[in-house]
């Protein structure tokens, strides 16, 4: 599956976002979707994943309460709604394909080429 994530950019902290991810290829509805974010001179880390079907969803301690994971498998896309941004999610962020509801990035096999989120304070 391809996968083309979009929507990054410059926000002052308290702002909101939202990120797409467009996918390709293969039945998305399969996979689980994850979105996961790696900040300068850090190990990429995860932030999000919703199940297939969109019943389930999981977050990162840093962002529950701030974020939001949504799909909608007719239009083959995943979002990250991004609210009350903080200087410390500057990231690149990722989306992420996988079989399994998992948090680890060795579960999710196609990713996304990323898209830069810069929260200005």
């Known amino acids: 599956v391809q996968l083309q994530a979009s929507g990054g950019g410059l926000v002052q902290a308290g702002g909101s976002l939202r990120l797409s991810c467009a996918a390709s290829?293969?039945?998305?509805?399969?996979?689980?979707m994850g979105w996961f974010r790696q900040a300068p001179g850090k190990e990429r880390e995860f932030v999000a994943n919703?199940?297939?079907?969109?019943?389930?969803?999981y977050y990162a301690d840093s962002v529950k309460g701030r974020f939001t994971i949504s799909r909608d498998n007719a239009k083959n896309t995943v979002y990250l709604q991004m609210n009350s941004l903080k200087s410390e999610d500057t990231a690149v962020y990722y989306c992420?394909?996988?079989?399994?509801?998992?948090?680890?990035?060795?579960?999710?096999?196609?990713w996304g080429q990323g898209t830069q989120v810069t929260v200005s304070s």
């Open positions: 919703i199940s297939n079907g969109g019943a389930n969803s």
């Open positions: 992420a394909a996988s079989l399994v509801l998992a948090t680890m990035t060795p579960s999710y096999h196609y």
């Open positions: 290829g293969r039945t998305f509805s399969n996979y689980v």
